[in-house]
Nanobody
């Protein structure tokens, strides 16, 4: 199994940017797709973005398309989520996950502990 640790969350004003990182250890990170999900208080965990392990194909939720960019550096066993033009509605705990190339949380076996992102208006 892959162990994942997120970092880079924080408080930012609307319109600002943050870059989240996801450091992986354990099994070969490059063998898995990586996903980012988020969960706001009182809401279900929702898909944000995913990147495939082989061809680097990406897929985004409509709510973040054009603002967020997912990437990975397999040599560093690290994934990233660049978040631009942040909105208050992006406020949530953000989780990275490793598993299959999918938008469903159930398809990801390994999860980080989450990092808080708060966007003020």
């Amino acid at each position: 199994q892959v162990q994942l640790v997120e970092s880079g969350g924080g408080l930012v004003q609307a319109g600002g940017s943050l870059r989240l990182s996801c450091a992986a250890s354990g099994r070969t990170f490059s063998n898995y797709a990586m996903g980012w999900f988020r969960q706001a208080p009182g809401k279900e965990r929702e898909f944000v973005a995913t990147i495939n392990w082989g061809d680097g194909a990406t897929y985004y939720a409509d709510s973040v398309k054009g603002r967020f960019t997912i990437s990975r550096d397999n040599a560093k066993n690290t994934g990233y989520l660049q978040m631009n033009s942040l909105k208050p509605s992006d406020t949530a705990v953000y989780f990275c996950a490793a598993g299959s190339y999918s938008i469903r949380p159930a398809d990801f076996r390994s999860w980080g502990q989450g990092t808080q992102v708060t966007v003020s208006s």
